[in-house]
């Protein structure tokens, strides 16, 4: 089954890749917004994770 899908890797890219397209005014107009709120969540996400890994090990 991976076989198959590592095979068609490249065909399960075309419609996020017709998204961006459809939608890159919209990308665009929003450009600031969108990477703010990915890096505010990424360094979110590595807090939150950072901070149950330290209790998860005190736990133990």
Do not use: C
Request: charged fraction near 10%; proline fraction near 5%; avoid cysteine.
């Amino acid at each position: 089954m991976s076989d198959f899908l590592v095979a068609n890797l490249g065909f399960f890219f075309i419609p996020p890749g017709v998204a961006l397209m459809l939608y890159f005014d919209i990308i665009r107009a929003e450009f600031w917004p969108i990477v703010i709120a990915t890096l505010v969540s990424t360094a979110l996400v590595l807090i939150v994770t950072g901070w149950v890994h330290q209790l998860t090990r005190k736990i133990k």
